[in-house]
């Protein structure tokens, strides 16, 4: 029986809540990096999203809602959970809360009738400080709220002054950007790092490598992301959307298994190479396979945020097929009066020093050095048969 919409969109929301939380600490390292001295971000550490520099610690607490979207009240679970997390810190001597800021991130509203509508701002008035905190006293005293419990016990065991320096750091951000904002927000910080109409492409680039660096922070592989990271890789990618440059969404080579290849066999690239007598499960196939798809992924993705002329497409192409032409034509004449054995070989020869071993130094723009486009290329041009390997191709396939 299938489920009902509001199960399957609570099973959705605390999914985009970690999808949120990874943006949100791309969003808060780069307006942190406009403030602070080479700060690092880390991501489920002390808190959701923490921001560190010499100077200060800054922990963000990310409530995301998108169903049943309300408001932040005083009783709140989303509150009381933070204000567990930020007690057990300070409890614990995990934080220096002196030096320390704490960010409560939501999509809610906090209404001004509220009492921690005061933590919208900073307290700088010791009467609001002493309301605050008889408020919040009184709450987790006199509640009968179970799922904030523990939220109160912790609180509670707080001193006095180490309550006051708590709600002194405590800065809330209610009516936050939401899942589908965020990018737009991103984008308005990376504004001034491309060209005018680049910076959807931009994007996507920069959070890809975003993501791969948050998986390698979450799994402990990297103790953070610094900012000089992330302003290296802004910068590469800028200059990769020069005119004489494309940007690699696909910079790592592909895994191929046997299964691939079975379910590629009757490819006509793939053909080609069984005709030079190379084994299909070899890993010089794989090789050519993982070459084939990322260089038609790339040129489709180019071609589809508008990088990449058609025009130029086919210049690139024509490039390649006069290259292989004049090679293949002298391979053709030694060929002449070879064994049907000896043409096998010369044709695997020629495969394997010229476009294996070795890649024609044909680039589909200047500062374009990636390999795996003119290989792949030239997969794809075997593919529709307009090349070839062995001196008789065209017969054999």
């Given at each position: 029986m299938p489920s009902s919409p509001?199960?399957?969109?609570?099973?959705?929301?605390?999914?985009?809540?970690?999808?949120?939380?990874?943006?949100?600490?791309?969003l808060a390292l780069l307006t942190s990096t406009k403030e602070l001295n080479n700060p690092k971000v880390r991501i489920e550490n002390l808190d959701d999203v923490e921001i560190e520099d010499i100077n200060t610690?800054?922990?963000?607490?990310?409530?995301?809602?998108?169903?049943?979207?309300?408001?932040?009240?005083?009783?709140?679970?989303?509150?009381?959970?933070?204000?567990r997390i930020w007690s057990e810190h300070i409890t614990n001597g995990l934080i220096d809360i002196d030096s320390t800021i704490l960010n409560l991130i939501t999509t809610e509203a906090v209404p001004d009738s509220s009492l921690l509508f005061k933590l919208?701002?900073?307290?700088?008035?010791?009467?609001?400080?002493?309301?605050?905190?008889?408020?919040?006293?009184?709450?987790?005293?006199?509640?009968n709220n179970q799922t904030n419990s523990s939220a109160y016990l912790a609180y509670q065991?707080?001193?006095?002054?180490?309550?006051?320096?708590?709600?002194?750091?405590?800065?809330?951000?209610?009516?936050?950007?939401?899942?589908?904002?965020?990018?737009?927000?991103?984008?308005?910080?990376?504004?001034?790092?491309?060209?005018?109409?680049?910076?959807?492409?931009?994007?996507?680039?920069?959070?890809?490598?975003w993501f791969k660096k948050a998986i390698e922070n979450l799994t402990e592989k990297i103790d953070g992301i610094e900012s000089g990271e992330l302003q290296m890789k802004i910068a590469n990618i800028r200059d990769s959307f020069q005119a004489d440059n494309l940007p690699n969404h696909f910079p790592e080579q592909l895994e191929i298994s046997d299964e691939d290849?079975?379910?590629?066999k009757n490819k006509a690239f793939i053909k080609q190479l069984e005709l030079i007598q190379i084994n299909s499960n070899s890993k010089t196939v794989k090789?050519?396979?993982?070459?084939?798809?990322?260089?038609?992924?790339?040129?489709?993705?180019w071609l589809r945020l508008q990088l990449l002329?058609?025009?130029?497409?086919?210049?690139?192409?024509?490039?390649l097929r006069d290259y292989w032409q004049n090679i293949f034509d002298i391979m053709c004449d030694e060929a002449d009066s070879k064994s049907i054995e000896e043409i096998h070989l010369l044709g695997k020869q020629f495969y394997?020093?010229?476009?294996?071993?070795?890649c024609p130094q044909i680039k589909i723009r200047e500062k374009f050095k990636e390999d795996f486009l003119t290989r792949g290329s030239y997969q794809i041009l075997a593919d529709s048969k307009k090349i070839g390997w062995h001196p008789n191709y065209k017969d054999k396939l």
């Open positions: 509001i199960t399957d969109f609570s099973a959705k929301e605390p999914s985009l809540g970690y999808f949120y939380q990874i943006k949100y600490a791309l610690l800054q922990l963000f607490q990310t409530k995301l809602h998108i169903k049943n979207k309300g408001n932040l009240t005083n009783s709140s679970p989303d509150f009381w959970k933070t204000i919208k701002t900073n307290i700088n008035r010791e009467s609001d400080l002493d309301d605050l905190i008889s408020g919040l006293d009184q709450i987790s005293i006199d509640s065991a707080l001193s006095l002054h180490q309550k006051q320096k708590l709600v002194k750091s405590i800065k809330i951000t209610d009516n936050s950007v939401d899942i589908t904002d965020i990018d737009n927000k991103i984008k308005r910080e990376l504004i001034l790092s491309t060209y005018p109409g680049h910076l959807d492409a931009f994007l996507e680039i920069l959070e890809g490598w290849v079975n379910t590629l090789r050519a396979i993982s070459d084939f798809r990322r260089a038609f992924e790339q040129r489709s993705k002329n058609p025009e130029e497409e086919e210049d690139f192409d024509k490039r394997i020093n010229q476009f294996a071993v070795s």
